[in-house]
């Protein structure tokens, strides 16, 4: 709504419009300058709005609105004279539409003596209401007689969608009846540090037990100290606690203290089934507005991504599901469902655009199609563990590596954390004859570009598991099987 004008006085309707007339043929100067309205005379559009209103000379004796039009072809005196002369013929709609008084009124009753001189004030508004009115006058009327011989036709030709709630029910498998199923297990986390800062976020039902699935960093901040409540998609809201967190992996547990009887967890499905170009649907609280669905597809699969909490310098590795179903911050923890409705991953991230602010003009940046998600195996892997042990374990080689990007492979480093050797003694990669300088580029058959891809890929497994690794040494490509071993939390 424009409210531009908000506030201007507004002239009084007349009951009728005033029929214009002609006056004695004169030639009028079309040099002759709009005179200013009167003191105390509503100002015209063209004193509102036009900057050259000012510099026209006022003349006394104005009357205040007269339009400018009224005596097109009067000069001197009589020029732009108001009221006009009566017209030969006063029309019926004339006659006595008001009370005795105003433009309802006969005009010859009310003016016997005939109109008097005025000058051209500026009476643009005036001329301006009498089209309107006119132009209402003319639609009402017409307005009338339509809705008269409506209501004498055979009836409207329109058609009205039926409201039955068999016509309304969702088929099975709709995006609709997939949300309508899954909302009522997906909470809004709100995580506030012991400092009052905080965030929110997603998750959603894991079990019966009243255990929440969600991302380390969505509840990093309340971990030690804070406050964590949870509130349902029926407003619903409970506090919960911390069962354990992963940070490598970016994945927490929650627990509410006092969860409700009828708790429905989400299906979990598999992820490794999961196929470039499968539907997807996204449930969560971006910018903070809960129960927000939204679709799109499998995009990419095993893409290797780093991201952090923020609150550590500690990172996580995730080997993601890429989807463009629409992701932004606050999403972070909530489910990313397959067509069939079941979980297939986390969403956990996204590339941001490089400018532009969040809603409301905030800092965060939104979705431009590339979000990120956990796939669920691993996620379900690592919170079995946390409800267990209230601590992750994460396969190892036993060696550490350079975590820059985009290096042709990761290449194993000559020292490690704190002056540390690179390579372990007697660990997996030591066994397997691995050496510093060597860069590794392959495990299995997925391509390896940088360390952090390689850290991604090995925590898709578990220790135990035994991986075949492709490694350049002095310009030579050599393959050997590592059985990976173990770290226990998140030292």
């Known amino acids: 709504m424009n409210t531009e004008n908000e506030g201007t006085e507004v002239p009084p309707a007349p009951s009728a419009p005033p029929v214009p007339v002609e006056s004695p043929a004169a030639s009028a100067d079309p040099a002759t300058p709009a005179a200013a309205p009167a003191p105390g005379a509503p100002p015209s559009a063209a004193s509102a709005h036009d900057p050259a209103a000012h510099d026209a000379p006022a ?26 002369p009566p017209p030969p013929a006063v029309p019926s709609y004339a006659q006595g539409g008001g009370s005795g008084s105003g433009w309802g009124a006969s005009y010859a009753a009310q003016h016997p003596e005939g109109p008097k001189p005025a000058g051209r004030c500026g009476g643009l508004i005036a001329a301006v209401l009498v089209a309107a009115l006119v132009a209402g006058g003319v639609g009402g009327g017409i307005g009338f007689w339509a809705a008269d011989r409506n209501d004498n036709s055979t009836g409207s030709t329109t058609v009205s969608a039926s409201d039955t709630p068999a016509d309304l029910k969702r088929d099975p498998g709709t995006v609709a009846d997939i949300a309508n199923k899954a909302l009522p297990s997906v909470v809004t986390v709100e995580a506030q540090g012991g400092n009052g800062e905080g965030g929110t976020g997603t998750g959603f039902v894991y079990d019966t037990q009243g255990h929440i699935l969600t991302n380390n960093h969505v509840v990093a901040s309340a971990a030690d100290g804070g406050k964590l409540a949870v509130t349902f998609s029926d407003g619903k809201k409970y506090d919960a606690e911390v069962v354990g967190r992963a940070e490598g992996y970016d994945v927490a547990v929650l627990k509410l203290k006092n969860p409700p009887s009828n708790l429905k967890p989400l299906p979990l499905g598999n992820s490794d089934k999961v196929a470039v170009g499968d539907s997807t649907i996204a449930i969560g609280a971006p910018f903070g507005l809960s129960n927000t669905v939204t679709t799109g597809i499998i995009s990419a699969k095993d893409r290797p991504v780093t991201s952090s909490d923020g609150a550590s310098s500690k990172s996580s590795y995730m080997s993601a599901l890429q989807t463009d179903a629409s992701i932004n911050p606050g999403n972070s923890g909530g489910p990313l469902l397959d067509a069939g409705g079941a979980v297939i991953g986390i969403n956990s991230a996204i590339k941001p655009a490089e400018s532009g602010g969040g809603l409301g003009g905030g800092g965060q940046s939104g979705s431009i199609g590339l979000g990120f998600a956990i796939p669920v195996n691993q996620a379900k892997y690592v919170a079995q563990q946390l409800i267990k042990n209230g601590q992750a374990v994460y396969p190892v080689i036993g060696a550490s590596v350079a975590l820059q990007e985009n290096t042709g492979g990761a290449t194993i ?17 030591d066994k397997a004859g691995l050496k510093p300088g060597d860069v590794i580029t392959k495990l299995d058959d997925t391509v390896i570009d940088s360390g952090p891809t390689l850290i991604g890929q090995i925590w898709t497994h578990k220790p135990g598991d035994t991986v075949e690794i492709t490694y350049k040494r002095d310009g030579k490509e050599h393959t050997v099987d590592v059985v990976l071993g173990q770290r226990k939390g998140e030292s």
């Open 59 to 84: 003349h006394a004796g104005a009357t205040a609105g007269a339009p400018q039009h009224a005596a097109p072809h009067a000069s001197g005196a009589d020029a732009g004279a108001w009221p006009p």
């Open 413 to 429: 480093s000559q020292e490690g954390a704190s002056g540390s050797q690179a390579v372990t003694p007697n660990g997996p990669a």
